[in-house]
């Protein structure tokens, strides 16, 4: 049994599998139509999300313009763990992502932990996406004095606990005019909610519906979809362009000072929001399968976009903090349009809360892009049923997954509180990213004369680099978010030994029955 949890697929076996289709007889694979710049663009929009527009007022409170040293280190843990994705990417240019690198590498126990673990950084990441494209558009209809339903805007769980606060204030006599706009909110939901023998109906629509937009759009077709997606790139660049351009000339040197007013204790509290926001990067590799020159564009797009990013992120960081001091970024979820609204200028203010709704839609669209291929990838493999792997004839998606992922997605966002998925989120990502690298100095080692058109350099020092830092940024996440972890990993491993150890294609076949070639 030992032996057959490591059972390697091979690279040849991988790429044959993708040139003859699915698996389930028919042939029909995924259509090949994106180029470098549609990759880029998916990076791009993957990466710049609810990190610039929201999270990176909280990272600005915990470490101040220090904050900026995070954002640097953080891009050069996912530098290096970018390099080895690139190099997989180029070897084994099919959907699956890490969870397909690890089968090549590791084995089959492995590349299923992967793959379970990847539904944490896609599915669930979305989940927390979702929720916070619900707040931007929320915010965005306030400004335009159209103000949607509480009950219908948030989960039943945030709005209890935010009743429970607004009672204690209420007996020890503070004032509820101080209490946060998220607490008053919370508690008007749970008191105007219409009830159903006695339950309060409270979840959060606007997430369920930008979910449902999302996937119909992703099931429609990947060129739909890049498309989609680069038109909404482009609008929420040109929108964070004006917000350098602009806060640059209020910036006030002084702000800066001290650059890091909490310590290095304080930029390392910021940790979590920054590596939640870079996130995503990884998910370009998910659509190797349907890139025309696979080899060539995913390590062009995979770290073009994380480069572009990093300077973006630090050139909107350095305008922030230079326009409004660290001190005033407490609970505000939207720093960059409250940057403005301090000036007195609230049409820019707008139409940043504008560009953060489209900027959180691109975001939603590549994440719930790269689960379903994951999926579909497991399912080609057998370790999911095989009408995971179905290709619609049309359109050439993985559509049942899609809309699967589409529903997960969807129902979990509608009840779940954000701050619950985020630390699990990273911590299934960091994973992925030790595994990738530690694969590469292992296929180097095992399969030194495989064809590489990109090589990651310096092996082994970067992939170790690679491990070393995410392994750390692994350490610091919170002890309770170690044993959901856990117990997601380990929930996963009965699902595998229940079906997928047998019913893989590399599982020992009766006699009579074809094996998988």
């Not at 509480?150 to 209490?179: F, M, N, Y």
């Not at 990109?454 to 610091?476: E, K």
């Amino acid at each position: 049994m030992a032996n057959s949890l490591f059972r390697k697929k091979s690279i040849a076996t991988i790429l044959r599998d993708a040139e003859q289709g699915h698996g389930d007889g028919h042939g029909a694979g995924l259509k090949k139509v994106l180029g470098v710049k549609d990759l880029t663009a998916m990076g791009i929009a993957a990466v710049i999300g609810a990190g610039i527009f929201s999270s990176i007022g909280k990272a600005a409170y915990d470490g101040g313009p220090g904050v900026i040293l995070l954002y640097i280190f953080t891009a050069i843990a996912c530098g290096f763990a970018a390099m080895c994705y690139a190099e997989f990417a180029s070897t084994v240019p099919v959907s699956g992502s890490a969870y397909t690198y690890s089968y090549v590498a590791f084995g089959e126990i492995f590349a299923w932990i992967i793959g379970w673990d990847l539904i944490l950084e896609y599915a669930v990441g979305n989940v927390a996406v979702a929720i916070s494209w619900s707040n931007y558009f929320q915010s965005l209809l306030a400004q335009m004095h159209m103000p949607w339903p509480d009950w219908l805007g948030t989960d039943l769980r945030s709005a209890i606990q935010a009743a429970q606060k607004v009672a204690e204030a209420k007996v020890a006599g503070v004032d509820l005019s101080t209490l946060s706009d998220t607490v008053l909110s919370g508690n008007a939901a749970l008191t105007h909610a219409p009830k159903i023998l006695g339950l309060p109906i409270v979840f959060n629509l606007p997430a369920v519906l930008i979910v449902a937009l999302v996937t119909w759009v992703l099931v429609r077709g990947i060129r739909e979809s890049a498309g989609f997606n680069s038109a909404m790139v482009v609008l929420k660049l040109v929108i964070i362009g004006l917000f350098v351009a602009v806060g640059a000339f209020y910036i006030k040197p002084g702000n800066w000072i001290p650059f890091a007013p909490n310590g290095f204790a304080g930029i390392s509290a910021a940790g979590a929001s920054i590596f939640f926001a870079y996130i995503g990067f990884d998910a370009v590799s998910t659509a190797a399968e349907e890139t025309r020159n696979p080899q060539k564009d995913m390590p062009i797009g995979i770290i073009a976009s994380l480069i572009l990013c990093t300077i973006i992120y630090i050139a909107v960081a350095l305008v922030l903090t230079g326009m409004v001091k660290w001190d005033q970024f407490s609970g505000v979820a939207d720093p960059l349009a409250k940057a403005f609204s301090l000036r007195g200028m609230n049409w820019t203010a707008g139409l940043i809360s504008f560009g953060a709704v489209f900027a959180t839609t691109s975001v939603l669209i590549v994440f719930q892009l790269g689960q379903p291929r994951i999926f579909f990838s497991m399912a080609r493999d057998g370790l999911l049923p095989q009408w995971a792997a179905k290709v619609h004839p049309k359109y050439r998606t993985p559509h049942i997954t899609t809309i699967l992922t589409g529903v997960f997605v969807g129902v979990f966002a509608a009840v779940t509180n954000i701050d619950e998925v985020v630390d699990l989120c990273n911590i299934g990502t960091l994973f992925a990213f030790v595994l990738v690298a530690a694969g590469i100095v292992l296929l180097r080692r095992t399969d030194p004369n495989r064809a590489r058109p990109f090589r990651t350099p310096l092996v082994p020092l970067v992939p170790l680099l690679a491990i070393g830092s995410c392994g750390y940024l692994m350490v610091v996440q919170p002890k309770v978010t170690w044993w959901r972890f856990a117990i997601w990993l380990a929930v996963g491993l009965v699902f595998y030994f229940a079906y997928g150890f047998r019913r893989s294609r590399l599982a020992p076949q009766p006699p009579g029955k074809p094996g998988p070639g």
